[in-house]
């Protein structure tokens, strides 16, 4: 798709580039071959064992990304088509997450690079998911600039997209993530982990107007989903001990006004966020953005506003090799970009 | 002659050889205080390989010290040598961390018991026994340092403790006979003559499905309330 180049410096050669992406930040293995902005293989396995813990426990997740890196990226290549000889690049993601995990992708692509001749490129995991929108879906493509609200476990973050590889943060999470906020709702609720896609099924036959629950008050563009999160357990508590059978009784009507309540938060912001920028291509991105309730409240919200809506397809929302490759296949054409054997993994890293 | 990469990273020791046969042909290390491996592992095999005249497409495989030793440094060390192996289509060897260190001591007598060591958390090393000529002793183990540690000892006429789990035994251990060496640390350096020896029998490890020696299960806390 031409319009990407456009953005860069146009590759002079008119070959193809082969660019594998490795995701490890968390508790998911996932390599994706990328040709140009097309992919042809996108591989992930999850972990189980999290389950039992109700949240993902760090150093099992490094040791179950040791044993799935491997099968992960061969099955990546041979879906594919191509041998890791065909490569142009391998990116990795280099961070934010957790650093055990991070360490097994990186490491790994780093070797396998190196062996290869070829260049690791260190991409971002935040920027990766915005810019998963690139990756050809035969969707529509946002245009520069564009408001990106990315929601996952981990993150709540309204960014404003210049170029690919310019992203202002415009508002984020002062505690908790909305990922969080309803993963904590449904444990507290007593839903299987993760919770998130348990209360958006139960949700579907739910009043949403049935409970309501105090939005924290904070300044500009910011998001506060712990309060929110104590005033739900304290009302499922108290309404706990008048009626053993609250939460059973009213699972789909919790479910849906809690849900309701973290995706008027999200909506409220961004409405804002668009009015300050004047910008009207509004994008989202990361695990939540796969919640139904979400996506319709998005379409509605920019009816209202006369917005333009981007979503990406469900497998990019969550984390994957894909968004990787896709970040790797920009940054492989900024002349610009960290070429060091010694760039490494990092738990923290600044947008 | 096979061409081996030796990684070894159990320790805050990052070290790094080619060896071609039992020979070492560039050994590369880095001892710092901090764990510098993620930046300090592929610069270093780039000088070996560099020094040594070699390309990777020229190595016959890649050998990995799989501990015990610590989880971040072995995670960087396997994740490292499984990059490799995937790129080169060659087989990965692992290599003992303990035996390997004994492997690095150089006391042949058979009389001699080697005690390498690692140290672990507060009073707790992980280490093995082994013979001068590098006879098994006793199996490798979590050992909480006391006066009761290692019965193994009395039947030997010289004991060699090393490594850096080696300083906390001092005082803890009766005296007798003992000989501490807590400057010997887990070196690419006692891998090779190792590694070729599996080479030879083709005792490769599963490239997809190999895991460190972790010597201990990892038991997560209770499931916190919410």
């Known amino acids: 798709m031409s319009k990407i180049i456009q953005v860069h410096d146009p590759l002079k050669s008119n070959s193809d580039i082969l660019i594998l992406g490795i995701e490890s930040s968390c508790d998911d293995t996932s390599a994706a071959v990328i040709k140009n902005d097309k992919i042809l293989a996108n591989i ?27 099968p992960v990226v061969s099955q990546a290549l041979a879906q594919a088509n191509i041998s890791a000889g065909d490569l142009d690049a391998i990116a990795y993601t280099r961070g934010p997450g957790l650093l055990g995990s991070l360490l097994v992708g990186s490491s790994f692509a780093k070797s396998m690079a190196q062996a290869l001749g070829i260049p690791a490129i260190p991409v971002h995991h935040m920027k990766a998911h915005v810019l998963a929108h690139f990756i050809d879906s035969h969707l ?53 982990y993760p919770g998130g896609p348990e209360i958006d099924r139960q949700a579907k036959s739910g009043d949403k107007n049935r409970f309501t629950f105090t939005k924290p008050k904070v300044e500009g563009l910011s998001f506060s989903f712990s309060g929110l999160k104590t005033n739900f357990r304290n009302f499922v508590e108290k309404e706990t001990r008048r009626n053993a059978d609250f939460k059973r009784d009213n699972m789909a009507d919790l479910c849906a006004s809690i849900q309701h309540t973290i995706v008027e938060m999200l909506m409220e912001r961004l409405v804002e966020a668009a009015a300050l920028t004047g910008i009207k291509h509004v994008a989202i991105a990361g695990g939540v953005s796969a919640n ?28 994957n090799g894909a968004m990787i490759a896709i970040a790797g296949y920009f940054e492989f054409q900024n002349k610009e970009r960290d070429t060091s054997l010694s760039t490494s993994a990092t738990a923290r890293w600044e947008m | 002659m096979a061409r081996i990469l030796c ?25 710092e205080d901090e764990y510098t491996h993620a930046e300090k592992l592929n610069v ?9 005249d070699l390309k990777f497409k020229d190595l016959s495989a890649i050998a990995v010290s799989e501990g015990p030793g610590s989880y971040t440094g072995l995670r960087i060390g396997v994740s490292a040598a499984k990059g490799f192996a995937v790129a080169l289509d060659i087989p990965i060897i692992a290599v003992n961390t303990l035996k390997a260190m004994s492997a690095g001591v150089g006391d042949k007598n058979q009389d001699s018991l080697l005690i390498p060591m690692i140290d672990a958390r507060r009073m707790e090393v992980f280490c093995a026994g082994f013979t001068g000529d590098l006879q098994p002793a006793f199996e490798t183990r979590a050992e909480i340092l006391s006066s009761e540690s290692f019965p193994e000892a009395k039947a030997f006429t010289k004991v060699l403790f090393f490594g850096n789990g080696a300083e906390k035994c001092r005082g803890v251990l009766e005296p007798l006979g003992f000989e ?7 070196s690419a350096n006692g891998m090779a003559k190792l590694a070729n020896e599996k080479f030879k029998e083709s005792d490769f490890v599963d490239t997809a499905y190999f895991e460190p020696f972790y010597l201990k299960d990892f038991v997560a806390g209770k499931p916190k309330a919410s």
Do not use: M
């Not at chain 2, 270093?44 to 040594?52: D, G, M, P, Q, T």
């Open chain 2, 44 to 52: 270093l095999i780039a000088k070996v390989l560099e020094e040594s």
């Open chain 2, 7 to 31: 990684i070894e990273t159990s320790t805050k020791v990052c070290s790094v050889c080619v060896a071609e046969g039992d020979a070492v042909l560039a050994l590369a290390e880095d001892n």
């Open chain 1, 292 to 319: 139904s309730y979400l996506r319709t409240q998005l379409v509605a919200v920019a009816d209202k506003y006369g917005w333009q809506t981007y979503i990406p397809p469900f497998e990019y929302c969550t984390d």
């Open chain 2, 180 to 186: 501490y060496f807590p400057d010997v640390s887990a």
């Open chain 1, 44 to 70: 992930t396995a999850g972990q189980d064992v999290h389950k039992l813990y109700g949240g993902v426990v760090p150093e099992l997740a490094s040791r179950a990304h040791q044993k799935h890196i491997v």
């Open chain 1, 140 to 192: 529509p493509v946002p245009p520069f600039p564009f408001l990106n609200l990315t929601v996952s476990g981990g993150h709540t973050q309204i960014i404003k997209v210049s170029d690919p590889f310019t992203f202002d943060v415009i508002g984020q999470t002062l505690d908790d993530a909305a990922g969080e906020a309803f993963d904590k709702s449904a444990k507290l609720l007593g839903l299987p």
